[in-house]
């Protein structure tokens, strides 16, 4: 299993990123993904995540209208639309699926919003 995201860099407060995690490994379009992340100091904090077929989404309250989280079952991967990004919007972001004995996680991509 190996899942790689890549999109991250540095916007202004206010700007876009969008992110994404390629997937392969497994029966991408079986299962669930998410996005995580984590802050300097702080616990890994789910943001968002998406059913196998991408009819069901959950946010984070605080993400909530801004960010979108995606998928492609043919590309085998997800994405995710961050708008409207607060300098507490920092943090690496990590892509992640769960087996039902396992758990996978990518390396992470940072996104820094700062002025």
């Known amino acids: 299993v190996q899942l790689v995201e890549s999109g991250g860099g540095l916007v202004q407060p206010g700007g876009s990123l969008r992110l994404s995690c390629a997937a392969s490994?497994?029966?991408?379009?079986?299962?669930?993904l998410s996005w995580y992340r984590q802050a300097p100091g702080k616990e890994r904090e789910l943001v968002a995540d998406?059913?196998?077929?991408?009819?069901?989404?959950n946010y984070a309250a605080s993400v909530k209208g801004r960010f979108t989280i995606s998928r492609d079952n043919i590309k085998n991967t997800v994405y995710l639309q961050m708008n409207s990004l607060k300098p507490e919007d920092t943090a690496v972001y990590y892509c992640?699926?769960?087996?039902?004995?396992?758990?996978?996680w990518g390396q992470g991509t940072q996104v820094t919003v700062s002025s």
């Open positions: 992640h699926t769960r087996f039902p004995s396992d758990s996978y």
């Open positions: 490994g497994f029966t991408f379009k079986n299962y669930v």
């Open positions: 998406i059913t196998s077929g991408g009819s069901i989404t």
